[in-house]
């Protein structure tokens, strides 16, 4: 199997579901990025432990990591596996007395663990061609520009008086459209979940 590392860019807040986050995970050698939705208590285990902010009491990752290492068990890696109908599957990478040992995982719920034990994460070239987002590289952007929100999303506002075809076609070509828009407005949580629409789509015409 191919592997892919990613690198954690940032968290964005969701725009259209209150209490959600988007978790943007980017190629190491490459400019595609893959946005995953989480919940708000996965994206604050994340970014507490990035920002090195340790919580009066032991949060769940926490727990696991400490019980994982006194009992000599070691994380190897992070490995997102597949994708389907919109939600991302993962594995942990475990190693014991020389046997490894993988473990089904929420994605959110890996990474969370995963920057705690402060290992690599990688995806498969199958995984990041059917959900990844290429972003044009930008002279004088950095990384950390990527997850700034815009103060308007006006752009996916629909005109009705201009939407005249409403084809199965026609309707993957809006959503392209819009994905694209949502891609140059840094918009990643809503790019994340026009693609998971598109490839539903797509889906049930094969």
């Given amino acids: 199997m191919d592997k892919i590392k990613l690198e954690i860019l940032g968290l964005s807040s969701s725009q259209s ?13 490459g400019n595609r990025r893959l946005p995953i939705i989480i919940d708000g208590y996965q994206a604050r285990a994340i ?20 019980m994982a290492k006194t009992f000599g068990i070691e994380l ?10 919109g939600i991302f599957f993962a594995r942990l990478v475990f190693e014991f007395e020389n046997d490894v040992y993988e473990i089904d995982s929420r994605t959110s719920d890996a990474v ?5 034990f402060q290992v690599p994460i990688y995806t498969t070239e199958a995984v990041l ?8 590289d930008q002279e ?4 950390e520009d990527f997850f700034e929100p815009e103060d308007d999303p006006g752009v996916f506002e629909e005109d009705e008086d201009e939407e005249i075809s409403t084809g199965p076609e026609d309707k993957l070509e809006n959503l392209k459209a819009e994905m694209n828009a949502a891609i ?7 790019a994340a979940r026009i693609r998971d629409e598109i490839s539903k789509l797509e889906g049930n015409d094969n």
């Fill in 17 to 29: 579901d209150v209490g959600h986050f988007a978790l943007v995970l980017g190629e190491a050698n």
């Fill in 47 to 66: 970014a507490l432990e990035i920002e090195n902010i340790k919580p009066n009491r032991p949060m769940t990752h926490d727990l696991i990591v400490t």
């Fill in 76 to 85: 190897k890696e992070v490995l997102i596996t597949d994708l389907k109908e």
């Fill in 112 to 116: 969370a663990v995963g920057v705690r």
């Fill in 129 to 136: 061609s059917q959900a990844g987002i290429e972003v044009k």
């Fill in 140 to 143: 004088g952007e950095g990384a």
């Fill in 184 to 190: 140059s407005d840094e918009d990643y949580e809503r």
